[in-house]
């Protein structure tokens, strides 16, 4: 379906050096109103350098940022209709809650009444309701975190930039707060560049992910597309774990559907048909961990069956993740509900299946 949203912030061409460090290298990216888009990629990416220049912070060497239509680039931070949650908060430890929120439009210069309001507003968006009057050091970092969002969204920006806020939070309280921040995004439609290093919340939160590395954008698109159709070896091992195959393509099928790969762990067959491949071709195949499965020993029926030996166990409940020794290829493989399905030991032998529908690049 056409997505007949209109642009909100556009990013054309941007470059910014810090010496002789390159640190942002012509990125360019369109993003729509109400959209959530993350920048995700390594540390020293440029992720968070894309992000201060945006808001203003950082001046880019080159390059338009252009926001509702308007060139910004000349704009002070405070005139650009921007707001920037930062990872330790900045809050203002000798204001109140609502202190803190009331802060930006009394700078503004908004009258008293609407003020009254718009933080009352604020206080129940975030689910603070009756805390207004509680010292910051009196919260939890939950909470702090929802009036740093409070503030920023106070001033009704066009953009709310959010760099790796939920980093300083412990595991639980990051899911809950990750939650929350989605549902109070889409709730006031407010266009998010969301930064972070954390792959799963980045899949989880965003509508498309912007992936870096070494100051270029390498892929956009949505997590499904990213996390299935990789564009090329660094981002397929860098979104999730992933088993990354070597192999040659010996034959295709006369009706196109299959193909027999030469690959490390011996002949595979996979699913030819939409594939762009040909005899020949020396490929990758993207092995997800989740896609493979682990079976007790039994005789080989199968041309993707394949023996190997339990190396590595990692226990997490729901799941166990296993490292099979595979001719000599470490293979990493996904088992749900052990609890059902039992649990494999230590130096087990164990039969794989490959699953025969991958992703292949050239």
């Given at each position: 379906?056409?997505?007949?949203?209109?642009?909100?912030?556009?990013?054309?061409?941007?470059?910014?050096s810090?010496?002789?460090?390159?640190?942002?290298?012509?990125?360019?990216?369109?993003?729509k109103?109400?959209?959530?888009?993350?920048?995700?990629?390594?540390?020293?990416?440029?992720?968070?350098?894309?992000?201060?220049?945006?808001?203003?912070?950082?001046?880019?060497?080159?390059?338009?940022?252009?926001?509702?239509?308007?060139?910004?680039?000349?704009?002070?931070?405070?005139?650009?209709?921007?707001?920037?949650?930062f990872?330790?908060?900045?809050?203002?430890?000798?204001?109140t809650?609502?202190?803190?929120?009331?802060?930006?439009p009394?700078?503004?210069k908004?009258?008293?009444?609407?003020?009254?309001?718009?933080?009352?507003e604020?206080?129940?968006?975030?689910?603070?309701?009756g805390?207004?009057?509680?010292?910051?050091?009196?919260?939890?970092g939950?909470?702090?975190?929802?009036?740093?969002?409070a503030?920023?969204?106070?001033?009704?920006?066009?953009?709310?930039?959010?760099?790796?806020?939920?980093?300083?939070?412990?595991?639980?309280?990051?899911?809950?707060?990750?939650?929350?921040?989605r549902?109070?995004?889409?709730?006031v439609?407010?266009?998010?560049v969301?930064?972070?290093?954390d792959q799963?919340?980045?899949?989880?939160?965003?509508?498309?992910l912007?992936?870096?590395?070494?100051?270029v954008?390498?892929?956009?698109?949505?997590?499904?597309?990213?996390?299935?159709?990789p564009?090329?070896?660094?981002?397929?091992?860098?979104?999730?774990?992933?088993?990354?195959?070597?192999g040659?393509?010996?034959?295709?099928?006369?009706?196109?559907?299959?193909?027999?790969?030469?690959?490390e762990l011996?002949?595979?067959?996979?699913?030819?048909?939409?594939?762009?491949?040909?005899?020949g071709?020396?490929?990758?195949?993207?092995?997800?961990?989740?896609?493979?499965?682990?079976?007790?020993?039994?005789?080989r029926?199968?041309?993707?069956?394949?023996?190997?030996?339990?190396?590595?166990?990692?226990?997490?409940?729901?799941?166990?993740?296993?490292?099979?020794?595979?001719?000599?290829?470490?293979?990493?493989?996904?088992q749900?509900d052990?609890?059902t399905?039992?649990?494999?030991?230590?130096?087990?032998?164990?039969?794989?299946?490959?699953?025969?529908?991958?992703?292949v690049?050239?």
């Amino acid at each position: 379906m056409h997505d007949e949203r209109k642009l909100m912030l556009v990013l054309d061409d941007i470059h910014k050096s810090f010496g002789d460090f390159e640190a942002v290298r012509g990125v360019s990216a369109d993003i729509k109103e109400g959209e959530l888009i993350t920048f995700l990629g390594p540390s020293g990416c440029g992720k968070t350098t894309l992000l201060r220049i945006i808001s203003g912070l950082t001046t880019p060497n080159s390059g338009k940022i252009i926001l509702d239509g308007q060139v910004i680039n000349d704009i002070t931070p405070e005139k650009r209709g921007i707001q920037m949650c930062f990872q330790n908060y900045a809050l203002f430890p000798h204001l109140t809650v609502s202190g803190n929120i009331r802060y930006g439009p009394e700078v503004q210069k908004w009258e008293k009444n609407r003020i009254e309001e718009r933080v009352e507003e604020m206080l129940h968006l975030v689910r603070l309701d009756g805390l207004g009057d509680r010292r910051i050091d009196e919260l939890s970092g939950g909470q702090q975190q929802r009036v740093a969002l409070a503030r920023a969204l106070a001033l009704e920006p066009k953009v709310l930039l959010l760099d790796e806020p939920l980093s300083n939070l412990d595991a639980n309280l990051r899911l809950q707060m990750r939650d929350m921040l989605r549902e109070i995004q889409s709730r006031v439609n407010i266009t998010t560049v969301f930064v972070t290093h954390d792959q799963v919340e980045a899949m989880t939160i965003s509508d498309r992910l912007i992936i870096m590395r070494e100051g270029v954008v390498e892929q956009v698109g949505p997590p499904v597309a990213i996390y299935e159709n990789p564009d090329n070896e660094f981002i397929a091992s860098f979104i999730g774990y992933v088993n990354i195959l070597k192999g040659e393509v010996k034959s295709i099928s006369k009706d196109s559907k299959s193909a027999i790969v030469s690959t490390e762990l011996g002949d595979l067959e996979i699913l030819a048909s939409k594939k762009d491949i040909k005899v020949g071709w020396r490929v990758y195949l993207i092995v997800r961990p989740e896609t493979v499965i682990i079976g007790s020993p039994e005789e080989r029926t199968d041309i993707n069956i394949v023996k190997g030996t339990i190396r590595s166990i990692m226990y997490a409940g729901s799941t166990v993740k296993y490292v099979a020794d595979i001719e000599g290829k470490d293979l990493i493989i996904d088992q749900y509900d052990p609890a059902t399905q039992g649990m494999h030991g230590m130096g087990d032998k164990v039969m794989v299946t490959i699953p025969r529908n991958v992703h292949v690049l050239k």
